[in-house]
């Protein structure tokens, strides 16, 4: 009677304090996927405009702007994956680092392409565009491939130096284990003892 029920004060004492690193991971990853999707949305939005009325006016589409809808496309697909916990079953998103430093390639050359071609100018239109409209699109275009930069190096930084901190957390759940089993033999023992002696009052302490 006694092993059992200090194995369930154990485990859930372990659980109880080591539960909330877990926790606060997934709260920040889905903060971070959902900025970049937020934003992803937004660069759709901007460049969006330009291809469908392009489309609408029958003329060629500009190999840019379909670009950019592209690489925005790939990050909303790759938040919402991201988003769910464990997608990949045994594989953890944070492994797939490379992933996201490839978006942040994409991303910066995004940034570069259109940077050249409006930041540069003072106002008015080009072909047809705003250009105080793209050279905000510009700098969302670089707070995106910020973001997907850091989510890769924390991915990388995850993954191999991972071990050394489940490591730790280990170490950690053990020290709790070892406190909750020396309060559970403190102050539980007595009244567990008492307990089984009240279900088995034939019981007799042999001296």
Known sequence: MKMPLKSMATKFGKGAATKQI?????????????????LAIIVCGLYGNRVD??????NAQTAAWVYAL???GFSCV??????????????QSHRLFAWDLTLFVLWIALFGTFAAIFLKRDGGEYEG????LMKCAVWVDLV???FWLCTGVYGCFRTFVGRKVNNKIDHYQNKVE????????QYAGPAINNFSMKLNPLHKETV
């Open 22 to 38: 877990y926790i606060y991971e997934t709260w920040l990853r889905w903060v971070a996927r959902g900025i970049q999707f937020i």
């Open 53 to 58: 009325r392009d489309r609408k006016a029958g």
């Open 70 to 72: 592209v690489v925005a």
């Open 78 to 91: 790759t938040c919402l994956i991201y988003a769910v916990p464990n997608p990949f079953s045994r594989m």
């Open 129 to 132: 565009t705003s250009v105080a």
């Open 144 to 146: 995106n491939a910020i």
């Open 178 to 185: 070892d406190g909750f089993n020396s309060k559970v033999d």
